[in-house]
């Protein structure tokens, strides 16, 4: 039997991951403001490359890193029905992270940028991330190696995945000593495994435990979830290079990760379905199921993400949308849709863990609707915008007459503005959404109503 | 000794740790590895810059040119007018590659050739000179930095010019 304080590690990631994500929302707000007003807030720590980049940090190595570890460090120890290995490595991990990405985006605001999109964090800061994520893996395979339960739950499967592929992804694109096209190539490597195999395959394991949990149904399939598992261990990896499509990288490489790109959506159609069929006709247990809700919606946005991709890798499509913002967009979808199934995970754990009840389910539907309304008007105003833009440079190019230099492609369509300026509502309303979302946690934290911390026996989890 | 025999009995993790790490190292092969070596066995010799212009290239990173610009013409519609299609073995000797994954901005790969008004007004301010640019400003840099910039800026020549 495990108590509840075998708990430490992940109680100790959840109100940081919440304060990045706040973070991370108001800079994107900013940088969405300088798209619209590039004279705004006309400072050097704060121009659109460096408010892009310390969103993408926050979002990325703050809030998703650590809400994915407060995932594994819960759910691992309730599926294997072993106490969680390395709480103190795990806690050490979280220290770490949170010094390195506190100095990267101090050093980006004052012009530290690694000119990497989606990977900025300078080499002596993604070392120490790397040896605190190793030291996870450590704790991830000791437990599943000291497990009482027979079978391994599939969550297992892709926490040990994303515990292996996120530090060996993350080195790969920063540790090298390569230059020009190599040096691209590792880079879209980098970014792709960050995305795919440590952020959404530490999602697809949280999902699958939660989901049959808060419907009250067991999982659809195992089987299609372990399929699914060994397809995207296989896909994932190889599908970053459809990014550079036309590119000056190899034209094999290129066959090959539009090859895995379509193979992608095996795994997706395997989650989706694996979600859908769980809930099965007990669509009514949304209604006061709030961190299902979460998943649902989560699990919409991570598959149009992973969905864009693979259209933006086709031959045809890249011709036309690729290096636009199209590819900006899918990214923010597919973080966007690990953010939901996260909010989700902590809704569900955070009174468990705490023994704490949450105060008001309106107002966590408060915070899903607004951060999905945000979600959808930010990426459909940036995906029109992408479009149009894309649209007039083909125009020009075709009748022989270029959009000059200088004059930018922004705004290179008439409604572009317009658009921009939803965009830039979209984002508001992501920011209002977590502020809630830090106020329901505070709020839960000071004054929620008591209930029972979780015990553990063995899969159950009675509470 | 115990976590060890933890670990390899059966189903005890060792396995699965085992397929996840050969998985990915045989991606790493195909996906990493092979097109590296594949794109650095020739001798071709990557272009020397000045030290100005090394110091303009590192003021291109540290602001983050790369979230709005590419260095990379490719062999579509959309790119005409860019100049010359940039080549696998392309070799400027730049780490980061500065090569670019979206554009906000146009492509700068031959801004050299393109443009007679890269100057430093219009970097300390890009809409005194164009009303309708959405380059922020970086009035931030120095005079001695905005010339280094100019001067990186002024080796993405293709040899050509307007």
């Known amino acids: ?463 | 000794m115990k976590r060890i025999r933890q670990m390899i009995r059966p189903g005890g993790g060792l396995r699965l740790l085992g397929a996840v790490t050969g998985i990915f190292l045989v991606a790493v092969g195909i996906a990493y590895a092979l097109p590296i070596y594949d794109l650095t066995s020739d001798d071709a010799k990557p272009q020397v810059l000045s030290n100005q212009a090394r110091a303009g290239r590192d003021i291109y990173e540290a602001e983050g040119c790369v979230y709005c610009h590419t260095q990379q013409v490719r062999p579509v519609s959309n790119d005409l007018g860019l100049g010359p299609i940039t080549k696998a073995d392309a070799r400027t000797g730049q780490n980061p590659s500065l090569l670019g994954m979206s554009r906000l901005g146009p492509d700068l790969s031959c801004v050299a050739d393109r443009d007679a008004e890269l100057s430093e007004e219009y970097l300390q301010n890009p809409r005194s000179v164009r009303p309708s640019s959405r380059m922020p400003s970086f009035g931030h840099l120095s005079s001695r930095e905005a010339s280094n910039l100019i001067e990186y800026l002024k080796t993405l020549s293709c040899g050509g010019g307007e």
């Not at chain 1, 509840?4 to 707000?29: C, E, H, K, M, Q």
């Not at chain 1, 990014?243 to 895995?260: E, N």
């Open chain 1, 1 to 463: 039997m495990l108590s509840g304080s075998s708990d430490r590690a992940a109680r100790s990631f959840l109100f940081p991951s919440i304060v990045w994500l706040l973070l991370g929302s108001t800079a994107l707000l900013f940088a969405e403001a300088k798209l619209v007003s590039p004279g705004l807030l006309d400072v050097k720590a704060f121009t659109y490359p460096r408010l892009a980049a310390i969103a993408s940090v926050s979002f990325q190595f703050g809030w998703l890193t650590l809400a994915g570890l407060a995932a594994i460090y819960y759910v691992l120890p309730r599926i294997t029905g072993a106490p969680m290995r390395g709480e103190t490595a795990g806690v050490a991990a979280g220290i770490i992270i949170n010094i390195c990405v506190l100095l990267g985006i101090t050093l980006i605001m004052f012009g530290g940028s690694q000119g990497l999109q989606w990977a900025e964090l300078p080499t002596y800061l993604i070392a120490p991330i790397v040896f605190a994520l190793l030291l996870v893996a450590s704790a991830v395979f000791r437990t599943i190696g000291a497990r009482t339960e027979g079978d391994l739950y599939v969550s297992a499967r892709f926490f040990g995945g994303a515990a292996i592929w996120g530090p060996l992804g993350l080195a790969a694109g920063h540790l090298n000593p390569f230059r020009d096209v190599p040096d691209s190539v590792a880079h879209l490597f980098s970014v792709n495994s960050t995305l795919l195999l440590w952020f959404s395959a530490i999602g697809v394991g949280a999902l699958l435990y939660v989901v049959p949990r808060a419907a009250g149904s067991p999982l659809y399939s195992n089987r299609l979830a372990n399929i699914g598992f060994w397809m995207f261990a296989i896909a994932a990896p190889l599908a970053g290079a459809s990014r550079q499509i036309f590119g000056p990288s190899p034209a094999w490489l290129q066959t090959i990760s539009v090859a895995a790109s379509i193979a992608l959506l095996a795994p997706v159609v395997a989650v989706v379905v694996n979600t859908f069929a769980t809930v099965g006709d007990g669509w009514r247990k949304l209604d006061d199921n709030p961190s299902l809700r979460f998943f649902i919606a989560g699990t919409v946005v991570w598959a149009l993400g992973v969905g864009v991709g693979v259209l933006q890798s086709m031959r045809s499509v890249a011709r036309a949308v690729g290096l636009s913002e199209v590819s900006t967009m899918q990214i923010w979808l597919i973080i966007f849709g690990v953010s939901l199934w996260f909010m989700g995970l902590i809704v569900f754990c955070l009174p468990r863990l705490l023994g704490k009840r949450w105060v008001g389910s309106d107002r966590l539907t408060a915070h899903l609707w607004t951060t999905l309304t945000g979600i959808a008007v930010l990426v459909g105003s940036g995906l029109a915008s992408a479009l149009a833009t894309q649209s007039a440079i083909h125009g020009g190019a075709v009748a022989g007459t270029p959009i000059s230099f200088g004059d930018g492609f922004l705004g290179a369509s008439s409604g572009d503005r317009m658009l921009r300026l939803s965009g830039l509502a979209g984002a508001l309303l992501i920011v209002v959404g977590q502020w809630i979302f830090l106020r329901n946690t505070m709020r839960a934290t000071t004054s929620g109503e008591p209930r029972p911390v979780e015990v553990v026996l063995g899969d159950e989890a009675v509470a």
